[in-house]
């Protein structure tokens, strides 16, 4: 999968689901990335808004804006390119992976931050997540929907 096909399967989904943006709300902001690196540093550069209390930047635009147009359309996605909690839980509720499994691995993912005892925590977390939500699983989906498109 490239990043094109990425891109075009949520280009029309929403910016705000349920589970991620409860996640990102939750415990004054703790399960976001920090402000220091990564697209909240982009966020800020680039003068969008910050608001951990509203989800914001919300992860439609950290998928499309802050990744995606980043890299080339022919970018090869993998399993291990996302290692962002946040993100891959809004890209499996934007796919509409079944909730039960999305409300696992978001409870899960914040067990994982909350116990963590080093700056890894969050990509353990993400790891998690992705456990329970197979990126081939995720992948397939994908590549099913825009194959129609």
Same mark, same amino acid.
């Given at each position: 999968?490239?990043?094109?096909? +990425?891109?075009?399967?949520? @280009?029309? !989904?929403?910016?705000?689901?349920? *589970? %991620?943006?409860?996640?990102?709300? /939750? ?36 998928? +499309?804006?802050?990744?995606? @147009?980043? !890299?080339?359309?022919?970018?090869? *996605? %993998?399993?291990?390119?996302?290692? /962002? ?65």
């Amino acid at each position: 999968m490239t990043v094109k096909d +990425l891109a075009s399967f949520y @280009a029309d !989904k929403k910016e705000h689901y349920d *589970i %991620s943006d409860s996640f990102v709300k /939750c415990n004054d902001g703790k399960y976001q990335q920090s402000r220091k690196s990564g697209y909240m540093a982009y966020a800020r550069k680039m003068g969008i808004i910050m608001d951990y209390s509203k989800a914001e930047p919300n992860q439609k635009w950290h998928l +499309l804006e802050a990744y995606c @147009a980043q !890299k080339g359309n022919d970018f090869k *996605i %993998s399993r291990g390119t996302f290692r /962002c909690p946040e993100l891959v839980l809004w890209m499996a509720e934007a796919a509409g992976i079944d909730k039960k499994i999305i409300i696992k691995a978001e409870e899960g993912a914040r067990q994982i931050i909350d116990e963590g005892v080093n700056g890894r925590a969050r990509n353990a977390a993400a790891r998690y997540i992705k456990e329970l939500i197979v990126w081939d699983v995720l992948e397939e989906k994908i590549m099913k929907e825009i194959s129609h498109v």
